[in-house]
């Protein structure tokens, strides 16, 4: 059987990916990986085919955790020792391989850190949502009924609405947890810390609570 992690802040272990190696220390609340070389979740909507290949982009580091029924909120602040383009630390919410949404704080073509969305429908959309002065943010995934919300905050108290959608497959369960990648580069640092999960409703999503 794969080993669990016991992640601070949730009430639940996640399953690392194949080869992940996830650290998670109690004491200070710290989760950390380092994304493999050559790594993402991505489907290029610009492809021959449209269709995933497993060997090059949907490799990235994942943990997760089924998502338990009902509303919730999954929030960390993430710092990434950037160091190539798409370099980035993610909040991953994970159907099937031809569903799945991600929140990332990245490292732009233009060398500049900043917080993107991608929701994939069998091929993947991609957009920018505002550069970050630094290298770290806090980011959030939450549930209210049927609906999906990712938001972004400077300092973890003002949150910032990047997407509102909907996202399902028939017959699969939605999963949640962090990601890592660098698909341009030989590796990253990524941390996740003052991880807080809640089944707390959002009362608006779009007034900066």
């Not at 794969?2 to 200070?28: E, M, Q």
């Not at 969305?117 to 069998?122: K, M």
């Not at 509102?164 to 949640?176: E, M, N, T, W």
């Amino acid at each position: 059987m794969p080993h669990t992690v016991a992640v601070t802040g949730a009430p639940f272990d996640f399953l690392p990916s194949d080869r992940a190696s996830w650290l998670s220390d109690p004491t200070s609340g710290r989760l950390h990986v380092i994304a493999h070389p050559h790594s993402d979740i991505f489907v290029d909507p610009g492809g021959d085919d449209g269709k995933a290949n497993s060997e090059t982009l949907l490799n990235a580091a994942t943990l997760l955790a089924d998502a338990p029924e009902g509303d919730f909120q999954l929030s960390a602040r993430v710092s990434v020792k950037f160091a190539d383009t798409f370099d980035a630390g993610v909040l991953l919410l994970w159907f099937d391989e031809k569903r799945w949404g991600k929140l990332c704080f990245e490292f732009a073509p233009d060398r500049q850190p900043m917080v993107v969305s991608v929701i994939n429908r069998d091929v993947a959309d991609d957009a920018n949502a505002f550069v970050v002065a630094g290298n770290e943010v806090w980011l959030r995934m939450s549930r209210v009924g049927r609906v999906f919300a990712f938001h972004a905050s400077l300092d973890g108290e003002h949150w910032q609405m990047v997407r509102i959608f909907v996202l399902d497959s028939p017959g699969a369960q939605p999963r949640i947890g962090f990601e890592a990648q660098s698909p341009m580069g030989e590796g990253c640092d990524v941390e996740f810390n003052d991880i807080e999960y809640s089944t707390t409703s959002l009362k608006d999503l779009r007034d900066g609570s």
